[in-house]
C-alpha cells in the first residue's frame, strides 16, 4: 500500500486522503510532525483553537519487522510551552498506521458544536463518527469499550478525562500490546485533542504489509541491528530493572531532584529503586521483564502487581518513580503504582503532574511524603476537574504561578524532569536549548555525563557539556524520525555496527542511500524548523534559560549552582 | 584502613549491598572489585564519595566506594 496523508477535518466534519508532498516524502516519526506543524501551523496560533493542529506520524522503519521501530509521533502547538512539540510513544499503534500506508494523520479545525467525536480508520476509510457513551470515562474503560465495539486487535489513541477538560499535563494514551496503555506524555499534547474534541481514534488490523524495496539488505541490516542491541550490556540491565535501575546511579552522584529540588539525595532511595522493585515484582508473580510494542528486543517495561497479585500498573518509569519518589518524598512503591495506574486513566503527564505535586507540596496544599493525598488529589480534584485539580493538572508552573512558590523547576513552562542540572550540567543545556522545553530524552546528556556511555564527561565541570547535548540532540532528533525507540542509542553510542546497520535498513526500506553523513543533516534540519517556529511563535535567547534558583541555591551534597553563563549556553546553535 | 562498599544492580547477587571493609592503605579502587569476584571489565561507573573516578583511583579512610555494572535509561 502507497503511503499516504490522512487529512481530518473538525470543522467541517470531513475526511481525505492525499498523496505525499514531495517535500514530506524523507520525513516519519518526529521529522515529519515538525515539518508538517512548521508548514501549516501559524506559530502565533492558540494552541486550544481551530488553527492548531495534531499531526500523529509512524516513524520510518515502523510496520516493518525491524527491531525497536514501532514508536509513534504525536506533533502540534503545544498548549504548555507554546513550543512546537513531539511527544512520542511505544504500543501498536504506529505499526498498525504503517501497515495500512499511513503516512501521517492531520487533525484539523475544530466542532463548531458541542459534540464529541471518535474517528475509525481502516483497509476502507477514515470515518468521523459522534460520540456519546464514552466521553467522560478513563483511558481503560475507552480502551475495554472499543474493544467489545470493534474487535480486540483494533489499536486505540485516546485521550483521558483530563484531555477532554484541557489541562496543560494532559496527555495522548496509546493501547499496547495486552491492552494497557503507552504515554505520548509531554507538553499537553492530550489538551490539543480534546479541544478539536476527538475522545479516540480506532485502528482497524490489516494483512496488509510494509513494502521493502531491498527485502535481501533489510533482513541482514536487520539481523546485525538486532544483535547489537541485544548484545549491550544495557538492554540486559534495563530487561531486569526497568529504567528505574537509575535511581541509585543518580542518587548516589547526588544528582537525585528531591524535595521538590532541594537537595540532590534522598534518603528513601533504596526503598523506590529499580533493585526493590524487581524483587517485589517476581515476589508477586509480575513481569520485570515487557515489551511496549511487538518487535522490541530490550523490554524495558513491567508489569507490577499489587499485594494480592493482581494488576496494578506497567510501564512503571523511572521518572515517574523519581518524581513520586524522591520529589515529592514519597518512600512506597504501592502509593506510587496506584498513582501511576491512576495517572494512566485519567490521562496525565507523569513527570508534569508528579512535579506540580512537589511545587504544592512546597506550597502546603499537602505535605511532602503524603502518597496517599496524591492519590487522593488525583481521584478527587484532578479527575472530577475541580478548581484545585485544574491548577495541579496545568503542570509545575501553573502550580507556582497560583500558590506564590519560586522554586518552580520547569524550562519553557515544561516542569524539569529527573536530573538536578547544577549535578549535572551537561543535561542542563538540553533543557535550557531544547525546542520542546525541558525534557530529558531530546538529548539525553546523562549517558556521557554519569552513566559513561560514549565517553565521559565530568557532569559537575562546565568542559564539554555545550558540544554534548548539541550532538545528542541532532542524533536524537534524527532517532525520533525512524520510528526507533530512544534506548537504541545505548547500543549506538558504544557499537559501531548498529547505527551503519540502522541507516541501511531505511535505505533498503526506501530503495535510497543515505550515509551517516545524512542522518545528521536529518536531525540538524528538523532542530533548525522547530527552532524557526518557536522563533516565529516569539521566542528569543531569553527562553533559554534555566529558573532562578538554580543559580542560587546550592544542591547539597556537591553544593553547587547552575553556573553556565548565558553565552556558553547560546553557543548551542553555534552550528549550520 | 576501613571504607563503606556499596554494589548495585546484579552485582549484589551473592555479594552484598553495603558494608563496611577493611582494606591495606594504598588500595586501588580495581583492586577491591577484583577482591570481591567482580571482572573489572564488567564495571560500568565508579564512584568515590558521589564522584566519578578511575579503577586506577587509591581509596582512603572513611571513603564511600560505589561500583555500578553498565546500566542506563532514561
Known amino acids: 500500500m502507497a503511503d499516504r496523508i490522512f487529512r481530518i477535518n473538525m470543522t467541517e466534519l470531513t475526511t481525505s486522503i492525499e498523496e505525499v508532498p514531495a517535500d514530506w516524502m524523507g520525513h516519519g516519526g518526529r521529522g515529519l510532525t515538525s515539518t508538517i506543524v512548521a508548514a501549516e501551523v501559524e506559530p502565533t496560533c492558540h494552541p486550544l483553537g481551530a488553527k492548531n493542529k495534531l499531526v500523529i506520524a509512524p516513524g520510518l522503519l515502523s510496520g516493518t519487522v525491524a527491531a525497536n521501530s514501532g514508536r509513534i509521533s504525536c506533533g502540534a502547538k503545544s498548549p504548555l510551552t507554546g513550543t512546537i512539540k513531539e511527544a512520542n510513544a511505544g504500543g501498536t499503534a504506529a505499526q498498525m498506521l504503517a501497515r495500512l500506508g499511513c503516512k501521517a494523520i492531520i487533525i484539523e479545525g475544530q466542532p463548531r458544536e458541542d459534540r464529541w467525536y471518535s474517528i475509525l480508520i481502516d483497509e476502507e476509510d477514515v470515518t468521523i463518527s459522534e460520540e456519546t457513551d464514552l466521553v467522560g470515562k478513563g483511558n481503560f474503560a475507552v480502551v475495554e469499550e472499543a474493544g467489545r465495539r470493534f474487535g480486540d486487535r483494533h489499536g486505540i489513541i485516546t485521550i483521558g478525562p483530563a484531555g477532554e477538560m484541557k489541562m496543560l499535563a494532559a496527555n495522548i494514551s496509546i493501547k499496547d500490546p495486552d491492552g494497557k496503555l503507552r504515554s505520548c506524555g509531554r507538553g499537553g499534547l492530550g489538551a490539543v485533542l480534546g479541544a478539536k474534541r476527538v475522545k479516540f481514534i480506532a485502528i482497524a488490523p490489516t494483512d496488509a504489509k510494509v513494502e521493502i524495496a531491498d527485502p535481501e539488505k533489510f533482513r541482514e541490516a536487520n539481523r546485525v541491528f538486532t544483535k547489537a542491541l541485544v548484545d549491550n550490556p544495557i538492554s540486559q540491565a534495563l530487561g531486569t530493572y526497568g529504567t528505574n535501575v537509575l535511581v541509585n546511579i543518580i542518587n548516589e552522584a547526588g544528582a537525585l531532584p528531591t524535595r521538590n529540588f532541594s537537595a540532590g539525595q534522598f534518603d528513601g532511595h533504596e526503598k523506590i529503586s529499580g533493585e526493590t522493585m524487581h524483587d517485589i515484582i517476581v515476589e508477586r508473580d509480575g513481569r520485570p521483564k515487557h515489551n511496549c510494542h511487538p518487535g522490541c528486543v530490550i523490554q524495558c517495561s513491567q508489569i507490577y502487581n499489587d499485594k494480592d497479585r493482581k494488576y496494578k500498573t506497567s510501564g512503571f518509569e523511572y521518572e515517574s518513580i523519581w518524581a513520586m519518589g524522591a520529589d515529592c518524598c514519597v518512600d512506597n512503591l504501592d502509593l506510587i503504582a496506584e498513582a501511576d495506574h491512576l495517572m494512566d486513566d485519567i490521562g496525565i503527564d507523569t513527570i508534569e503532574t508528579s512535579v506540580a505535586m512537589g511545587v504544592a507540596m512546597e506550597a502546603g496544599v499537602l505535605e511532602f511524603g503524603d502518597g496517599e493525598g496524591i492519590c487522593r488529589i488525583l481521584r478527587e480534584e484532578i479527575a472530577a476537574g475541580t478548581p484545585l485539580g485544574r491548577i495541579i493538572g496545568c503542570g509545575a508552573g501553573s502550580v507556582g504561578r497560583a500558590f506564590g512558590v519560586t522554586r518552580v523547576p520547569v524550562v519553557k513552562n515544561q516542569a524539569i524532569p529527573a536530573y538536578d542540572p547544577r549535578a549535572v550540567k551537561g543535561i542542563g543545556i538540553t533543557y535550557a536549548t531544547s525546542t520542546q522545553g525541558a525534557d530529558h530524552t531530546m538529548g539525553y546528556t546523562i549517558a556521557t555525563n554519569i552513566l559513561g556511555v560514549g565517553g565521559n564527561v565530568d557532569p559537575l565541570g562546565k568542559e564539554g557539556q555545550v558540544e554534548l547535548s548539541r550532538n545528542l540532540q541532532i542524533a536524537t532528533a534524527a532517532i525520533d524520525s525512524t520510528g526507533m525507540c530512544l534506548f537504541i542509542a545505548f547500543a549506538a553510542l558504544d557499537d559501531a555496527t548498529c547505527l551503519p546497520a540502522l541507516v541501511d535498513m531505511i535505505n533498503a526500506r526506501y530503495g535510497i542511500s543515505l550515509t551517516a553523513d545524512d542522518v545528521t543533516s536529518l536531525g540538524k534540519t528538523i532542530l533548525k524548523t522547530e527552532r524557526a517556529f518557536n522563533q516565529a511563535a516569539g521566542f528569543t535567547s531569553r527562553d533559554d534559560r534555566l529558573p532562578e534558583f538554580f543559580r542560587e541555591e546550592p544542591l547539597p551534597p556537591h553544593n553547587v549552582v547552575w553556573d553556565m553563563t548565558d553565552e556558553e549556553i547560546d553557543a548551542f546553535w553555534d552550528f549550520s | ?74
Do not use: W
Not at chain 2, 31 to 42: A, C, N, R, V, Y
Open chain 2, 1 to 74: 584502613m576501613r571504607l563503606t562498599v556499596r554494589l548495585f544492580a546484579f552485582f549484589r547477587d551473592g555479594r552484598f549491598r553495603e558494608r563496611e571493609c577493611d582494606y591495606p592503605e594504598g588500595t586501588t579502587v580495581r583492586e577491591i572489585i577484583t577482591s570481591l569476584g567482580i571482572d573489572p571489565g564488567e564495571v560500568g561507573v565508579t564512584m568515590l564519595n558521589s564522584r566519578h573516578c578511575c579503577q586506577d583511583q587509591v581509596v582512603h579512610q572513611g571513603d564511600k566506594l560505589a561500583i555500578f555494572p553498565v546500566i542506563g535509561g532514561g
